[in-house]
């Protein structure tokens, strides 16, 4: 199973549509963070605070299906030269969750997978995203997270990601690989 978690504020947006190519024909969850309900992160590290039942949220059930995934899809616009505050929500709780001692094997079972990183922006994006990469790559670090790969499109209004051809044939490519891995662990199409 790969999930899918799609960081844009529109439904019909160019990462929508990137997520989409690349997962046509896998079998996937989409998860839409903008309408799901994830609350700040409460750092109670240096605290003797009880970190027990902090939030009645969204986060579990988002957090379940990204750990049930072989592969992990993160589908970004960039914002303000950055991921979108909605996937940064969810990024910032795993700080909880490796402290969290009903979730002991976080971290090992968040770095046994494969992630995809989406990112689109209409301002010249193959540079203006590299902080973007950078922080992603420092945050997989981290983690202890290996395999990972990025996928950097522009556009501005949805639809303008088909006319940016290398990252259509790139995500046509790579769909490919995700429909081939598909036999290779006997999932069958949606
Ligand atoms: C709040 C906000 C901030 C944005 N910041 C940037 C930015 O820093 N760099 C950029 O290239 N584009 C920026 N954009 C443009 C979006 O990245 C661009 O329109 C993208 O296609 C949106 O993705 P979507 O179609 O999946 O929603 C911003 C748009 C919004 C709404």
Redesign the pocket.
Known sequence: MITCL?????S???????ADNLLKGTKHRMINLYEKRIDKVIDNRHSKMNDKDLHQDDYSEVLKNVMDAHTVVF????????M?ASLKLFIDRWTESLRDQHRDNFKSVMSNKEYIIII??????AV??RPLIEQFKYIFEFMNITNYSFIV??????L??LEDRNTMEKVKTLNSDLRNLKHQIGETNE
Do not use: A, F
Request: charged letters at 20%; a neutral charge; zero cysteines.
């Open positions: 799609l960081g844009s504020s529109r019909d947006g160019n990462s929508r549509i990137l589908s970004t616009p960039l914002y303000w030269y950055s979108s689109v922006g209409g301002d010249n994006p203006k995203s499109g522009e556009g501005v209004k949805p303008d990601i």
